[in-house]
């Protein structure tokens, strides 16, 4: 199994600004994934984030929007860029070794104002 | 891309009674992964259960149990002697080595006491 720590796991935000959330592994791990979950909703794959290359993302999500790094095989960030209230919602890290179970962080829960 | 199918938003059950979760996938793979999520208020996503295409067992944790009808691909989650803190969001997820997790639309599971 893998402990993921997410933070923060909440934020008020200022729209047009930008936040960065973080995802810390406790051990090495081949993939990891951001997903966005409106409350009450499936989870929305955003992007795959790639260690030591760009980021792989999925139709309607953009690196402009959404820059990921990953410069380990432990850390992942996600930044929300330029955000407005439609950005608001619960955005989930989880990382998995191939062909296993995913192990999700605790989530951020962002609101936009 | 495999699709994952819930077809029950809402489910109820009585305390120490027995409920079954419903799902359905489309895959054209012979070989994967699929999985039940626990999703409480506290937004931690919660391995229940795990099942590998190749096995012909069903799986079994303590109370949960799956009926894994590959032809049909049908994958459901049966909770024995439901408990208050079964209720969730569960989620049904799919993956295969060249596809990244799917997840169902999720059924919420209230229990009544």
């Known amino acids: 199994s893998a402990v993921i720590s997410q933070k923060p796991s909440r934020d008020i935000c200022q729209r047009g600004t930008s936040l960065t959330i973080q995802c810390q592994v406790d051990?090495?791990?081949?993939?990891m994934f951001w997903y966005r979950q409106q409350p009450g909703q499936s989870l929305t794959l955003i992007a795959t984030?790639?260690?030591?290359?760009?980021?792989?993302?999925e139709s309607g999500f953009v690196i402009d929007k959404f820059p990921i790094s990953r410069p380990n095989l432990t850390f992942s960030t996600l930044t929300v860029s330029n955000m407005s209230p439609e950005d608001s919602s619960i955005y989930l890290c989880s990382a998995d070794r191939v062909e296993t179970e995913a192990f999700f962080g605790q989530g951020t829960r962002l609101t936009v104002v | 891309a495999q699709t994952v199918t819930q077809s029950q938003p809402e489910m109820s059950v009585q305390e120490a009674e027995t409920v079954t979760l419903s799902c359905t996938y489309d895959?054209?793979?012979?070989?994967?992964?699929l999985f039940w999520y626990k999703q409480p208020p506290s937004r931690q996503m919660i391995l229940v259960i795990r099942?590998?295409?190749?096995?012909?067992q069903n799986a079994t944790e303590n109370r949960f149990s799956v009926n894994f009808q590959k032809a049909a691909k049908s994958f459901s989650l049966k909770i024995s002697d439901s408990q208050l803190g079964d209720a969730a969001m569960y989620f049904c997820?799919?993956?295969?080595?060249?596809?990244?997790?799917?997840f169902g639309a999720g059924t919420r599971l209230t229990v009544k006491p």
């Open positions: 051990s090495q791990v081949t993939m």
């Open positions: 997820a799919y993956r295969s080595a060249l596809d990244d997790m799917r």
């Open positions: 984030a790639n260690q030591g290359s760009e980021a792989t993302y």
């Open positions: 895959t054209s793979e012979s070989d994967y992964y």
């Open positions: 099942q590998e295409a190749y096995k012909q």
